[in-house]
């Protein structure tokens, strides 16, 4: 195996790194979803992914390299899955775009935001972070609703969309909101379809 | 002083009482505002507050009494301050709910609500305050808005508009995203106009 991976791309041994590096990343999210900032340091992390502290400072030297890159990495696993959405109509976009803000990745994007409220060491990272990963998705939600932003009120149409589902994610943290959502959903794709034209 | 108030309602001694609780609960919402859950305790509030620790305990026995008895208490004068705003037009009410989720109560919420995600004993009682507050916004959301719940779609237009102004107020929290969200909350009160007619 290691002869035919020889000059084909990554030898084995970065193939392991990459494996242990991906598990860190993963295990973080986790982390940080589920018991917050407070609950989430190196050590926590290394054991959850079975990774001894040496090798996980090894890829991560402190706390904020290693939850950084866990809410940017799992950010670009959503990007790419967004990117590759069907053609389909406003209403079931609109849906799949609020869905972003639902689940474990938004749990932990909101710990790791909320931490940064108070911690200056945090603050300058998440914030270029969340306008880098805020950008990327709008990009991508202007194409998958066809919207020309050279209408006027069109980009912040969009953009409000987005602050919405924010807001949705937010109500869903405590409680199971999902019925409410998806009436609020419904209603609201359908002013985004009026005003998208 | 003290003959004049007798029987005509509390006496110096309830009011002082009454002054040291409001002390207590105006300090615990700023604590929790710039130093998040984490960094918001019992002691930490009294001496913010200028009051001795057993003072704060006989008002507050726990932790947990004093930080959820303070978001409600400002969500209350919040309320209030609605409820008095004079008749104007819906751009107006919209920019108005939205400012709500920009100041210190919205900071000291999300810490409240994003610690409550977090730690099972502060999970029910959040959860509790949150549904009443969020009642309470959207009945005083409908009347300034002259908004008619018993037409179709209204009633989430409503809703979808107060999960927008959470989602505002969060991308607010790291930077000062006014001029963006002016933007935003001028485009989405024409959609909100046109679909209360």
Not at 11 to 23: L, M, Y
């Amino acid at each position: 195996m290691g002869v035919v991976t020889q000059g084909r791309g990554p030898g084995p041994k970065q193939d392991r790194s990459r494996a242990t590096r991906k598990r860190l990343l993963e295990a973080a999210v986790s982390c940080l979803a589920e018991h917050g900032w407070a609950g989430s340091t190196v050590s926590v992390v290394a054991e959850r992914a079975g990774v001894s502290r040496g090798a996980a400072q090894h890829h991560f030297p402190t706390r904020e390299d290693l939850f950084t890159a866990a809410v940017e990495y799992v950010a670009e696993e959503r990007s790419a899955a967004l990117r590759a959405l069907p053609d389909q109509d406003r209403a079931a976009v609109v849906a799949a775009l609020v869905d972003l803000y639902t689940g474990p990745l938004f749990r932990a994007a909101l710990q790791l935001w909320v931490a940064a409220s108070n911690e200056e060491q945090l603050r300058p990272r998440v914030t270029e972070l969340e306008a880098r990963v805020g950008r990327e998705t709008h990009r991508i939600a202007v194409g998958l609703l066809h919207a020309d932003e050279n209408r006027p009120g069109v980009r912040e149409t969009v953009q409000g969309l987005l602050d919405m589902a924010r807001g949705l994610g937010l109500a869903n943290v405590l409680t199971d909101d999902t019925a409410r959502r998806r009436r609020v959903v419904a209603q609201w794709a359908a002013m985004v379809e009026d005003a998208l034209g």
